[in-house]
């Protein structure tokens, strides 16, 4: 399919552009193109951009919010409730509301979730296997990478480390871990890397989501990496309790973390959500994002928990979030919104493996029209996108997938 995206605002240019994909590519970008023989669209001055990446999510978990409530609000509590949910879960279900949230995701113009999906011995491989179909299932609309997550614990939980062996096997993409939760920490971090070496996976961990500051295997998770000598990638997501120590130790791991490769992820919503609760003064929950930012750390941020008992808000809408952590880190400047938009394109596609992941010719890559002709506008009021390209073709026209 020839598509012509006539009159667009470009990141990466002053004057208007037209944008020409050819079955998925971008074959040119130009002030004029004069092909008539493709779809044309005159975008009039909106913005484009890659699609959008939610590097963060728990669709198993999604949309239980009401049934499931958490009445404290507290990170303890939803951790129990979820796990009396989950012996409710079956694949069915879980299918449902997976896909209910992924296409909430794909018309707000995300084109690629990693949704973190428990294994555990309360729900074993069931939500694994719901959400491998979902994956399969919307292929051709957008991406989802599956990530393995021991969310009970991992050295504290008999079998746990045999139902993440299978759920790799089954095609799981990810390893993940929560190591602040488990009595034995370092045990759990070194279990995990053994596990991502057998089936040469990623590795993406739940790190230090906490408002203890003993609670720090962000050090220990940043050492093994260190000395780690493969081509793979590591994530670290919340990193609350780097907020919590003082800026001499946080400096360290932070240099040491960079140095590593380590990729970062904030969580504003949920964090902003569950942290903090224990009296004043209250702490806003999230990591140290600018001084990571600055100090070079390829940090991004997603949105993790949609209506469930972690954080009972949520649209699936990375710009609504984007907006969120600009309250939260206080990234209100014309380069902080610009910033905002690579922390949901450019930066969290370097963590996921993606390649060429930017608006030039030769590349293929998803594109979003966005319902703004600014940086500012399209974070502040985060409208549903005008139309949303994948595979080379028109999937989202206006509010509406219709591929």
């Known amino acids: 399919m020839n598509i012509i995206l006539k009159q667009a605002r470009l990141p990466s240019k002053d004057k208007l552009q037209d944008i020409q994909i050819i079955d998925g590519r971008i074959t040119k970008i130009s002030e004029h193109i004069h092909d008539r023989t493709g779809l044309s669209i005159n975008v009039k001055n909106k913005l484009v951009t890659p699609g959008l990446i939610d590097a963060h999510m728990h669709?198993?978990?999604?949309?239980?919010?009401?049934?499931?409530?958490?009445?404290?609000?507290?990170?303890?509590?939803?951790?129990?409730?979820?796990?009396?949910?989950?012996?409710?879960?079956?694949?069915?279900?879980?299918?449902?509301?997976?896909?209910?949230?992924?296409?909430?995701?794909?018309?707000?113009?995300?084109?690629?979730?990693?949704?973190?999906?428990?294994?555990?011995?309360?729900?074993?491989?069931?939500?694994?296997?719901?959400?491998?179909?979902?994956?399969?299932?919307?292929?051709?609309?957008?991406?989802?990478?599956?990530?393995?997550?021991?969310?009970?614990?991992?050295?504290?939980?008999?079998?746990?480390?045999?139902?993440?062996?299978?759920?790799?096997?089954?095609?799981?993409?990810?390893?993940?871990?929560?190591?602040?939760?488990?009595?034995?920490?370092?045990?759990?971090?070194?279990?995990?890397?053994?596990?991502?070496?057998?089936?040469?996976?990623?590795?993406?961990?739940?790190?230090?989501?906490?408002?203890?500051?003993?609670?720090?295997?962000?050090?220990?998770?940043?050492?093994?990496?260190?000395?780690?000598?493969?081509?793979?990638?590591?994530?670290?997501?919340?990193?609350?309790?780097?907020?919590?120590?003082?800026?001499?130790?946080?400096?360290?791991?932070?240099?040491?973390?960079?140095?590593?490769?380590?990729?970062?992820?904030?969580?504003?919503?949920?964090?902003?959500?569950?942290?903090?609760?224990?009296?004043?003064?209250?702490?806003?929950?999230l990591t140290r994002v600018n001084e990571l930012d600055k100090e070079g750390a390829n940090i991004f941020y997603a949105s993790d928990n949609i209506r469930d008992a972690f954080n009972p808000f949520g649209n699936a809408n990375m710009m609504e979030t984007g907006l969120i952590l600009a309250h939260a880190a206080q990234m209100g400047g014309i380069e902080d919104f610009r910033k905002i938009i690579e922390m949901a394109t450019s930066r969290p596609s370097k963590a996921l493996g993606k390649k060429n992941y930017n608006i030039k010719q030769g590349n293929e890559v998803p594109l979003v029209v966005h319902d703004a002709s600014s940086f500012q506008d399209l974070i502040i009021e985060h409208k549903k996108p005008l139309y949303v390209i994948n595979n080379g073709r028109i999937i989202v026209d206006n509010g509406k997938i219709i591929g």
Request: proline share 4%; hydrophobic share 35%.
């Open 59 to 285: 669709l198993d978990k999604a949309l239980l919010s009401e049934s499931y409530p958490n009445k404290s609000g507290t990170l303890e509590e939803a951790i129990k409730v979820m796990g009396a949910a989950k012996e409710d879960f079956t694949v069915k279900d879980i299918i449902k509301r997976a896909t209910k949230v992924a296409r909430m995701a794909l018309i707000n113009g995300t084109t690629t979730i990693r949704t973190h999906v428990d294994v555990d011995p309360i729900v074993e491989l069931c939500a694994m296997e719901a959400l491998l179909k979902v994956r399969e299932a919307m292929r051709e609309l957008l991406e989802i990478q599956v990530v393995a997550f021991p969310q009970e614990g991992l050295t504290n939980q008999k079998g746990v480390y045999e139902l993440l062996d299978k759920a790799m096997n089954m095609g799981a993409d990810v390893l993940g871990g929560i190591p602040a939760i488990d009595p034995k920490p370092k045990q759990h971090i070194d279990q995990i890397f053994e596990l991502s070496m057998k089936h040469d996976s990623d590795i993406d961990m739940h790190i230090d989501e906490s408002d203890n500051p003993k609670d720090f295997t962000i050090d220990f998770y940043s050492e093994r990496i260190s000395t780690d000598k493969s081509e793979r990638k590591f994530t670290a997501g919340h990193c609350c309790t780097l907020s919590l120590v003082d800026d001499n130790q946080a400096r360290a791991v932070i240099d040491k973390s960079v140095n590593s490769g380590l990729n970062f992820v904030t969580l504003p919503s949920t964090n902003l959500y569950l942290q903090g609760r224990n009296g004043y003064p209250r702490r806003r929950g």
